[in-house]
């Protein structure tokens, strides 16, 4: 079945320690996006792409970076992680920018 | 950023009943999306509204765009439990990004 694909599905991290979230999509979509959700805060966009080779800053971008080599691929790296970083990841990926968004299940992410 | 407004925040009612949740904005959408989340999975898209006025329905599930563009509603009739979840709006303001509310966590109580 078509679809996003994250990878890992939960992760427990030290503080100061590297991480890479895993975001892959099989729909040929332009636009992919990384959101993180915050209970009282609801999803907020962390990066974004319109399309492969460009990326750009969402409502909280500082501490994360992204790439985007190819269609399908959209890894989210936290250079060094934070306790505040604690929590639930979605990757989301649409036609084109702001069209219907298809999310995957989501990376829950604990840094402690 | 452009602010979006969910409420309630929080509903818990008996199977059968109905009920309807709003999403808010002091800005013109260029258009709105509404999803619903179960627990443990993304958001599923439901509806994207355009039109000022448009009405759309997804079987026991009616949605409305304000005749200004600036607010949403949600109304279900005859509530089961399957739909429980958290329902959030998302508007898309012109070539902004879009921008989601925080969600209207619905609880039906079989």
């Known amino acids: 079945i078509a679809g996003i694909t994250q990878a890992p599905t939960s992760q427990i991290l030290a503080a100061g320690r590297r991480m890479t979230l895993r975001c892959t999509q099989d729909?040929?979509?332009?636009?992919m996006y990384w959101y993180r959700q915050d209970l009282g805060l609801g999803l907020r966009l962390i990066h974004y792409?319109?399309?492969?080779?460009?990326?750009g800053k969402g409502e909280v971008p500082d501490g994360y970076s992204v790439s985007r080599a190819n269609t399908d691929d959209f890894p989210l790296t936290l250079a060094s992680a934070v306790p505040s970083q604690t929590s639930v990841y979605f990757c989301?990926?649409?036609?084109?920018?702001?069209?219907?968004?298809?999310f995957g299940q989501g990376t829950r992410l604990t840094v402690v | 950023t452009q602010l979006l407004e969910q409420s309630p925040q929080f509903l818990s009612i008996q199977e059968g009943e109905n009920l309807t949740v709003y999403c808010n904005s002091s800005s013109v959408f260029s258009s709105l999306q509404w999803y619903r989340q179960e627990p443990g999975e993304g958001p599923v898209l439901l509806v994207t509204?355009?039109?000022?006025?448009e009405v759309k329905k997804l079987k026991r599930l009616t949605f409305q765009f304000g005749d200004a563009r600036k607010d949403s509603s949600l109304h279900i009739t005859a509530a089961q439990p399957g739909d429980t979840g958290l329902y959030l709006c998302?508007?898309?303001?012109?070539?902004?990004?879009?921008?989601f509310g925080t969600g209207t966590r619905l609880t039906i109580i079989p």
């Open positions: 792409s319109n399309t492969a080779g460009t990326t």
């Open positions: 729909m040929r979509h332009n636009a």
């Open positions: 509204v355009v039109t000022g006025g």
């Open positions: 989301a990926s649409s036609l084109q920018m702001n069209t219907e968004a298809f």
């Open positions: 998302a508007g898309n303001f012109g070539n902004e990004k879009l921008t």
